[in-house]
């Protein structure tokens, strides 16, 4: 599904401006160069267009003719944690959690071609700052799907990122996830989703989740997962603000101390959100205490959105270990985001919950609207 994304500066708007001085701040999908050689008047000019989408899309093409298809687009959609409950820490240093994690409308896009060759896949995307090598959970995935199953498709991988890093929302897991998926549709589904979810935890704990339908009560260090049929309506809004600091997860970790987390049972959170919807006091965060060490600014940040939105907002939150914070119950921001200067630099998205139906990926929503300033000086600079 197309999708409608929108980069905002909260003080800069050069829309009108482009349009009026005959220029477009969107990037044409195609260049067109036209060529008018020197010939007689009688003869007509030729005009040779040159397509590079098209031309890879017949290298494509050409790679496996006996493929069900070459090409494939698919939606990575990031996710939340509704509460997110530190039960124990276990002998190997990992900690055992409780929570309801949930997809949401926000994410990636990512393309895949398949490729001629036979030893290597090759990344690419539109944001700096991504490995684009085997550290990538893009790669891992696709290495470790050829592990299990033998297949030999390698791929051209092409990732429109959307999702902020270090913002506790899942980006790179669901990229995996979405890549395990990928691989096993060019390779005729011979692995169910059952297996491509227990295969992925071993590179990566939060990426089974993506293999439920949408919502799910995750335990362990997340890989078991419960799937949870629709507890949240589809249209409940929720903005996300994530400032340009990124907290360490393992720093959040190593500052957490669990004799002052949540002594709430996590399935008495998971009954009451099924049955009343989304609370204050249904939305713990046990990581939040040490997240906001890690990152002050980020409890200050919640405590301004939470008494600036009183009203506005059903719950305010972070996901994960940090950096986001969630407002769930309107779209917008508070107006201070957009007056004070401490916040010129924060990523703003608005979201809704999504799921996804048997035997199929998720899909993009057209309505998702997101504002990074930075990216946007850049682009009209």
């Known amino acids: ?54 031309r890879l899309n017949k290298l494509a093409d050409e790679v496996d003719k006996e493929a069900p298809f070459s090409r494939l687009t698919l939606f990575s959609p990031c996710k939340i944690n509704v509460f997110l409950r530190i039960t124990h820490k276990r002998e ?38 991504v490995p684009l090598d085997d550290k990538n959970l893009i790669i891992k995935a696709l290495n470790l799907y050829r592990k299990k199953t033998g297949s030999s498709n390698f791929f051209w991988v092409h990732l429109d990122k959307k999702v902020p890093t270090g913002a506790g929302l899942g980006g790179g897991s669901s990229n995996a996830a ?14 169910t989703e059952k297996e491509l979810q227990q295969w992925s935890s071993e590179i990566g704990s939060d990426i089974p989740f993506f293999f439920s339908h949408g919502a799910a009560y995750c335990t362990g260090r997340g890989e078991f997962v419960q799937d ?30 669990l004799d002052q987390t949540s002594n709430v049972d996590p ?20 990581l939040e205490p040490p997240a906001f060490e890690v990152l002050p600014s980020l409890k200050r940040l919640k405590q301004r959105v939470t008494a600036a939105g009183r009203g506005q907002y059903d719950a305010v939150f972070m996901s994960g270990s940090g950096s986001t914070i969630v407002g769930v119950g309107s779209p917008d921001p508070p107006q201070f985001v957009y007056d004070d200067d401490d916040y ?37 600079e």
């Open 1 to 54: 599904m197309a999708s409608s994304h929108l980069l905002c500066n909260h003080s800069l708007f050069f829309s009108s401006a482009f349009k009026n001085c005959g220029f477009s701040n969107t990037p044409p999908s195609k260049l067109q160069f036209q060529i008018t050689p020197f010939v007689k008047a009688s003869k007509k000019q030729l005009e040779i267009v040159y397509d590079p989408d098209e």
């Open 92 to 129: 190997d240093g990992y900690h055992d959690l409780a929570s309801l994690f949930h997809t949401i409308s926000l994410g990636d896009v990512i393309k895949f071609s398949l490729s001629p060759s036979k030893t290597k896949d090759r990344l690419s995307t539109n944001v700096s700052g």
């Open 178 to 191: 979405t890549a395990l998926w990928a691989a096993n549709q060019f390779n005729g589904s011979v692995a």
């Open 228 to 257: 949870i049929s629709h507890p949240l309506p589809s249209d409940i809004p929720m903005v996300l603000i994530k400032p340009r600091e990124a907290c360490s997860t393992a720093e959040v970790y190593k500052r957490l101390r």
């Open 267 to 286: 399935l008495t959170l998971l009954e009451k959100i099924s049955r009343n919807g989304i609370s204050q006091d249904v939305c713990i965060n046990d």
């Open 344 to 380: 010129r630099e924060v990523f703003l998205s608005d979201a809704n919950f999504i799921y996804r139906e048997e035997n199929e990926w998720y899909k993009e929503l057209v309505s998702t609207t997101v504002c990074d300033p930075l990216e946007t000086a850049r682009t009209f």
